[in-house]
């Protein structure tokens, strides 16, 4: 399953447009999520809007890496589901 690095993400887009099986969805970054942050992804969400990647479909992985790839800020790593 892919795991996004939300200080990493910029919400770019490109994972969204190279997976075959629609898991990415950009939108703005969570309330818990941001709040996560130090003050300096704090300041780098601002700068890009508050917009991530984040997984919805994530259960239709199918590790094929194409998102790994695609990242421009290496943001996203494939690990093996849990549970
Ligand atoms: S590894 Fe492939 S199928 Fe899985 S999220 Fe990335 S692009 Fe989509």
Do not use: W
């Amino acid at each position: 399953m892919p795991l996004v690095d939300l200080q990493r993400c910029e919400g770019k887009g490109d994972c969204v447009r190279v997976c075959p099986e629609n898991v990415f969805e950009i939108r703005r970054i969570e309330n818990a999520d941001y709040q996560g942050l130090g003050l300096f992804h704090k300041f780098k969400q601002r700068v890009h809007g508050f917009q991530v990647a984040y997984t919805p479909n994530v259960d239709a992985c199918r590790a094929c890496g194409l998102c790994v790839a695609a990242c421009p800020e290496r943001a996203i790593t494939l690990s093996r589901a849990t549970g």
